[in-house]
């Protein structure tokens, strides 16, 4: 139990002061944490923004090329070379024909490379099954005409993610057509190009996704990325292949053609995280460093503290030789001097009194022993009179060796205790004397061999008896009988006195409790018996130990003699 004592008030301070730490710690790591979410934001905005920014540059890229390929080649329609190609078809010979082709060939090659998209023209003459093209390839075959929708951009593509987009329009002279084909390589490179992210396109009219060599591994994230282009522009995330993505896309306004930007959300807090990181160590370290900062300051202070209240506490309990070893403290050097000064007065002025509390205290256990109710003695005498007027000398004889052995264990007022197995056959003594006055009136004692020899004072269970058999039984006026057992467990001894009488009603329960407790002995003699019974227990065992009281009215009495085994020894140590 001191133990725990200890364990519970020992560093209280220091603990405090290591929990405080340790919560303000927590509090700045939570501040920081809360600070580093509300900069993540901001620059979470600060990206959606920006990489917006960037998407609608390259979408608008997107956009510009296109338009610009498509007017370059319907200038082209209005070019001499090109009208006067058609003249040459039906108004020339072969080698005025070949001599024209070449040169406009030369032409729109020359076109093809005026911008930064390189893209392949053809012109489709279907009346005189003509095709002349910037590649050689489409000049010098075999006639065959586009079947693409007029006016529109068209996506040709192939399982391997080769192709080409294409628009076919109508010349604005003469029975001619321009085929625009511009390949998908070009695509490919411009995503190659951009380094913010990892882009993509997709064709939203053909349901095509259009990728570079870096997004290749994400062509399985398009079953969570397409069905969220709702609008021409936006930015969501996507957790794929246990990491997050922030997408930003943009609609081409010349196309139903997305430009795709996956930039990977790791990138963004991976040098903040590194720096937290870092700031979380150096308070982890701080951390440690003040801790043991506060080690090194328990030692210097709350280790002589628990020494001087470890030997407060020893001459608490009795140990009036308890002293505190000096430490090299200077404050706690004058605290311990102090302190062992008080207890060694202490325990030369205690030393001085014992003798004296001794002696009072055998005289007071002296008293309550002598005391005898006179009138048991006379009932006693009555009994042996009124047998032998009758000549029942058996019954005489009986009361008289019974008699003898009462008196004669009361007169030991020499001996201060006995065992409990001594007090028994004192009680059965007196309870065969009250057998043979009163038939009806029986008992019963019901107690362990090994309690037996537990030294107790003497006369402590026959005050109870004799109450049981006075104030419980007799006034029933019918038979009855008196219960004695005991019992312990690892703390206690308990010795039990019941009776099946008439009780008592809680009013006079309370007050003979009261006067139990009283020092001084109270104006009304109520519960004199359990009162003497109580103190004598008391002032052997301790405040701990003591007689409690259990009655009801009708119900019988129930007087619980409680001892705590802890100060039987010293009980005996003081009385010896």
């Known amino acids: 139990m001191l133990k725990e004592k200890y364990a519970t008030e020992n560093g209280s301070i220091f603990r405090k002061l290591a929990l405080g730490l340790v919560l303000m710690f927590m509090l700045i790591v939570l501040i920081f944490w809360w600070i580093y979410r509300l900069n993540v934001e901001d620059i979470q905005r600060e990206l959606e923004k920006n990489k917006l920014g960037e998407v609608r540059f390259m979408s608008s890229q997107l956009s510009n090329q296109f338009e610009q390929v498509l007017m370059n080649a319907l200038t082209l329609s209005e070019d001499q070379s090109v009208r006067g190609y058609t003249y040459v078809l039906h108004y020339g010979n072969d080698f005025a024909k070949y001599k024209a082709k070449l040169e406009l060939i030369e032409k729109l090659a020359l076109n093809s490379a005026s911008t930064s998209w390189n893209n392949t023209i053809i012109l489709y003459y279907p009346d005189h099954k003509d095709t002349v093209s910037s590649d050689p390839q489409f000049s010098f075959r075999s006639f065959s005409m586009s079947q693409d929708p007029l006016d529109q951009w068209i996506l040709h593509m192939n399982k391997d993610g080769t192709g080409y987009y294409s628009h076919l329009t109508k010349g604005h002279r003469g029975p001619m057509y321009i085929e625009i084909r511009i390949s998908l390589d070009v695509l490919q490179k411009m995503m190659s190009d951009y380094t913010s992210g990892t882009p993509m396109l997709y064709d939203s009219h053909f349901q095509t996704a259009i990728r570079g060599s870096g997004s290749l591994e994400l062509a399985q994230a398009d079953a969570q990325v397409v069905p969220q282009l709702r609008n021409d522009r936006g930015f969501f995330e996507i957790a794929f292949q246990d990491r997050n993505y922030f997408i930003t896309y943009m609609k081409a306004s010349i196309l139903d053609l997305y430009f795709i930007d996956y930039h990977p959300t790791n990138q963004l807090q991976q040098s903040i995280s590194r720096n937290n990181t870092l700031f979380v160590l150096a308070l982890v370290a701080l951390l440690l460093l003040s801790l043991l900062y506060i080690m090194a300051l328990r030692n210097q202070i709350q280790q002589p503290i628990i020494r001087l209240r470890k030997a ?61 109710n006179p009138h048991f003695l006379y009932n006693c005498l009555n009994y042996i009179q009124s047998k032998s007027s009758v000549k029942d000398y058996e019954s005489v004889t009986a009361m008289t060796l019974e008699l003898a052995s009462y008196c004669r264990y009361i007169h030991r007022i020499e001996d201060m205790d006995s065992t409990l197995g001594e007090e028994l056959r004192f009680v059965n003594h007196y309870m ?123 119900e019988g009495t129930l007087c619980m003699i409680t001892i705590h085994k802890e100060d039987i020894a010293d009980a005996s140590d003081s009385v010896g």
């Open 312 to 372: 407060i506490d020893r001459f608490d309990r009795g140990d009036f030789s308890s002293r505190v070893d000096e430490t090299q403290i200077l404050e706690f050097k004058i605290l311990g001097r102090s302190f062992n000064r008080m207890a060694e007065n202490t325990q030369t002025l205690i030393e001085q009194v014992l003798l004296g509390e001794l002696s009072v205290k055998e005289a007071r256990l002296k008293q309550y022993q002598a005391q005898i």
């Open 432 to 554: 065969s004397i009250i057998h043979m006055r009163k038939k009806t009136i029986t008992f019963d004692i019901d107690v362990p061999k090994e309690l037996l020899s537990v030294r107790i004072p003497r006369m402590i269970l026959q005050p109870l008896v004799e109450n049981g058999v006075k104030h419980g039984i007799e006034p029933s006026m019918g038979p009855g009988q008196i219960t004695i057992r005991a019992e312990q467990d690892q703390e206690v001894i308990r010795i039990i006195v019941a009776d099946n009488g008439v009780g008592m009603p809680e009013e006079r329960l309370s007050l003979i409790c009261k006067h139990m407790d009283e020092l001084t002995r109270p104006e009304e003699q109520i519960g004199t018996g359990v009162r003497n019974v109580n103190q004598r227990i008391r002032l052997t065992y301790g405040k701990r130990s003591g007689l409690s009281v259990q009655s009801g009215l009708y």
